[in-house]
DNA sequence: CATGAATGAGGGTTCATTCAT
DNA sequence: TATGAATGAACCCTCATTCAT
């Protein structure tokens, strides 16, 4: 081998890379802003990618990737619904949402400039697959619970999830926008509430009335 | 000397302009192209914008004025609402709302390019003004629920509001890229459904389970 | 029309690219020399050609036709050939000849650039075809002086042409690095007296015996 | 530390200069085209060369020394010439330009490419050197025939030696261009009659219309 | 006003050369 | 000596803007 390889190079121009193409989009961006970011020669620039549109292919494909595994994980809903565990769970549910609007939270600052700044086609169109891939997640979750008689069963899932999507989403870039960390359990609680008692069987439904028995799940909706 | 001087150049210029800036964005939309589509001279264009930044910004302010008092227009509830004529009022809000999409379904070429292709900070900015407006309006109209009793009164409403508003943004850019024209009513009935429903007082929630009186009600919200 | 075109400016950059390309070829030869020698804009150059190769091509081609039609003009051998008037036909031979290389003395400068200097393969394929474009000229003039019985019958035209443009060839690039103009008449004419003594048929060849009548072929010719 | 010291790489190296620089010329070559054809790092370029154009030049070198040698020795005249011994020195003659040819046709892809696609002007200048010692040699040649008497001595030598270089240079343009190899001995006495006739004494002359004595010439030179 | 030729700054990319290992 | 990653100067081309007509 020869001069070793500045093996802090490459994560560096990557970072960059990203850095600069978050923040001024693909056309504004340029290579000589993204090798004096990393401390790079201009023509290092050119080992490590093909072509300006090469990396910037490269830092939305990564994008994707991390924060796509990172959804999927937190959204995956394992476990079985029953009008007996309701409050659990949902309890359970909210706790996921949770964790995953912490790691928005922690992302923010790159969510946001994609949100706001990501100037480029790219990443609208990276932004409308987590929509979409949220959607489905949510039909699958609306689906079990209508298999296991919390819902009823006559609405139209694919549109019900395209609401809850569409207000997890709005609520997601509302949330990366914010100065202070809202509480978040509170917030995906409302959400759950809206949810639930928007397409509650009436078996559910009953259990808002009641006096006793359901007042565990009254008040971890309210 | 020139074309003698023509009247129709500056609105064949603005839509032009429109056209290119939508379709390629601020960066990659060529003055050239705008020009060559409104037939009128390079030059030509400087007479009419300061320079093409001032063009784009011209543009984007347009199309928010446009479409941002037509939905001004479609969504501002006026009318009082109260537990009596629950029924009447959100058949007016649906109907109100149905109108909107119908503007969005016929605008939905141009509003898909910017959802799309509008690869320009500048656009999603628009599409945030857009969305927030929209969330005022849900607001106002969640307030006003409460304030008639319809609804709740231990909710967060900027919270609901965001849900609510996020809900309508996804169906819109839902709708906007379906091939056929859906049926709105039964889209936002539903939709009004989900919010009612998740958000009702104890007497409106009671409704839903009374016999008679309420029919009508529960007929039109399921 | 908009700012009147410089009318010179156009031909000045041809010349300049000539000048140029012809000097440093096409991958040595930049742009912005090709602006500067012509007083021209680096990016008025794009006004005019699609690219540099482009332009290459063009001034390739320009010099191609220039020289080839000069040269075919000059070459052309009209008039009929016998033995009788054989003096006189060499004679018209060798001041057209003449005429030739008073051309390529008066394009010296060009030329021996585009022979010492032209620096790229394109203009050898130019070279290539002028000495094709002569030797199907000197084929041409074998042919006929066969026909008229000048020349014996059983040689190879095509591989005697060779020689014989070969030849011209070779005087052609001499002669253009010269310094003084040399005597080209004289030149030409020990040209033709080798290949007509070296082809001569029986009856030509007595002809340089012959006391008397021939004398003056071989004054002319000697 | 890399791969220890290769005796072969030196000679690759040079063989792949050569063929980078032979297809491509100076100015499109790339150093990594050459080490890479050589199995050799790119810094390994610069411990054998100065530079790319010192390599260059090292490669056009090498290759004027090899054919150049080759060359004179194929084209040396020594042996004396007489008009008694003429059939035989032709003969003789033939016979070594056929040697050269021979090794023109060997090398021909070499050569081919030299004089197609050599892009660069060193090459050009080569292929003058040839061309100039070529005609130094039939200088030479003349020289001896005038001395030997078997040439008329009322011409001028260098002049004729340009028309006989031009043809032999042709000739050889031609032959290496050929897909099948030709018959070199005819083509090259064709060469030689027409040499020989052109300029012949009139001693000479006489041989060939001479009954007996001179059939041999006649019929090698016909 | 209208025109479109002219301008020139700007940036992506290549590649000869260097140098730390 | 051999390596190949790193460097940065150089150059083609684009396109927003200006301006003479």
Known sequence: MGRASDATAAPRLLEAAEAIFVEHGLDRARVEDITALARVSKGSFYLHFESKEAAFRHVVEAIVTTMGTYMEAALSSEGDVSIGNLAEYF?????????????????????????????SSAFLHLMDEFADRARRNAAKALEAGIASGIYQKDFDVELASIYVAG?????????????????????????????????????VQCMFEA???????RASLL
């Open 167 to 203: 207000a997890y989403d709005r609520l997601a870039r509302h949330v990366v926008r914010l100065e202070e960390k809202p509480d978040f359990a509170s917030m995906l609680r409302l959400m759950q509430r809206l949810v639930l008692r928007g397409l509650a069987s009436e078996d």
């Open 91 to 119: 309890e359970g549910r909210v706790s996921k949402e949770v964790a995953l609007f912490e790691f928005l939270w922690d992302s923010r600052r790159r969510i946001r400039l994609l949100l706001e700044g990501g100037k």
């Open 211 to 217: 006096p006793a028995s359901t007042r565990q799940l």
